[in-house]
DNA sequence: GCTGAAACAAGTAGTGT
DNA sequence: ACACTACTTGTTTCAGC
């Protein structure tokens, strides 16, 4: 299949700049054993091949007043709306994410919302009004346990997982 | 309810290194037209104030092999095995994401597998073998129409919506 | 609370192996 | 493909307004 090969050091690298991307490529290097320039030459290169996209600062969603998160599936009236819904999601913005999903829903979506009062709004005023859309059903999440980035370790081996 | 204030260079500087966390702090003091060690200083009360917790590089999933994403509602044999199921979870890396939720479900996770095979197998032969679930429902998502940070927008207002 | 200059550290590009 | 050096740029701290 030979798709992307990575090297240890591609995988080092990765794994230094992922949970903090303001760390010097000098320090990198030195944990490393390699020079200053070589963390370079790699990142700029996995950047070019598309694994890394961009470096992002990590807001926390309640400090800035978002406090009620909740997953939403959505069922059309027919599946051919399915594209009309999407743009009409768009232009909400605290619909943070859009899948088209397999199962119960056509389309399933993130929000962030003030409160729970604030969600029931966006739902009935905005979401529900979109040509196409026949209902929703509402995840709200208590608690988010855990989260965190998918594992490097299957890089470079690759894979038998069966 | 007085919680976080902000001003227009917090919400300006949160908006530039939001989107690229290697900015130069030197280029968005010149962009806001205050000095360089200005930005320095809010950017440290933004961490101290937990409101930006880490800068961190995306990775691209597919890119390293991650080609099946899928939401997963997970049902309990009974309410009180929450707490030792999400422990169990949480040894199965694949999963990027677990939440306690409202509705259909108790427990809400993300998973990101290589394949639908693979996502078979993490489900079949780990999650529906710990003890107290009863049974999942997937949702495998065929496409990520967007994906987005939540909107800076109601910073500093405070904010009614109704 | 903010600025500006000075000391320090890091990023970048060019050259050679 | 990598390392070394010289050069440019950014970060950090602190005195002073």
């Known amino acids: 299949m030979s798709m992307n090969h990575f090297d240890y050091i591609d995988q080092q690298i990765l794994l230094q700049i992922r949970e903090d991307a303001r760390k010097p490529f000098s320090q ?3 944990n490393l054993k390699i020079s200053n320039s070589l963390v370079h030459q790699r990142i700029k290169k996995l950047k070019q091949r598309g694994v890394i996209k961009k470096a992002e600062f990590v ?4 400090q800035i007043g978002f406090k009620t998160k909740s997953y939403v ?5 027919e599946a051919r709306y399915a594209k009309q819904v999407v743009d009409g999601l768009k232009e909400i913005p605290e619909i943070l994410e859009c ?10 979506i993130l929000i962030f919302a003030f ?6 709004k966006i739902l009935y005023e905005q979401v529900h009004q979109i040509d196409g859309v026949a209902g ?6 208590f ?3 855990f989260r965190r980035q998918v594992s490097l370790n299957s890089l470079g081996k690759n894979i ?3």
Do not use: M, P, Q
């Open 73 to 77: 599936g959505i069922r059309l009236r």
């Open 115 to 120: 409160d729970n009062h604030h969600l029931r």
């Open 28 to 30: 990198i290097a030195e």
């Open 99 to 108: 899948n088209y999903v397999s199962g119960h829903y056509a389309i399933f």
């Open 143 to 145: 608690d988010t346990n």
């Open 160 to 162: 038998s997982y069966d």
């Open 59 to 62: 807001v926390d969603e309640k």
């Open 136 to 141: 929703t059903d509402s995840f709200i999440c």
